[in-house]
């Protein structure tokens, strides 16, 4: 299971800290990451991160901006978004696969959508 911290809203310029906990079957070692699905368009992949936390992958409009983070447990990740557009409102879900590869293709696991408005 993954459960995700609630987003909110905020003004352009603004950061915000979006974390995410994954419960069970943690002993697969997952990479786990965020998409996200803005109102009329399809869900996107953001950004990933393996398990031991040494690779990231970033959609190229949040690279920059966005910051993907492993916890000290393992099983949390943590995506600091600074920098924040009225682009990037969208209801952002947690995702978790296997590997990173089949993270951005086809998740295994995906928690709940939570909402992120940026205002201008």
């Known amino acids: 299971q993954l459960q995700a911290s609630v987003g909110g809203s905020v003004q352009a310029g603004d950061s915000l800290r979006l974390s995410c906990a994954a419960s069970?079957?943690?002993?697969?070692?997952?990479?786990m990451g965020w998409y996200r699905q803005a109102p009329g368009k399809e869900r996107e992949f953001v950004v990933g991160?393996?398990?031991?936390?040494?690779?990231?992958n970033y959609l190229s409009s949040v690279e920059g901006r966005f910051t993907i983070s492993r916890g000290d447990a393992r099983n949390v990740v943590y995506l600091q978004m600074n920098n924040l557009k009225p682009e990037d409102t969208a209801v952002y879900y947690c995702?978790?696969?296997?590997?990173?590869?089949?993270?951005?293709?086809?998740?295994?696991?995906w928690g709940q959508g939570t909402l992120v408005t940026v205002s201008s």
């Open positions: 995702a978790a696969a296997l590997n990173t590869n089949l993270l951005l293709r086809a998740p295994s696991f």
């Open positions: 069970g079957r943690t002993s697969t070692r997952p990479a």
């Open positions: 991160i393996t398990w031991s936390g040494t690779r990231t």
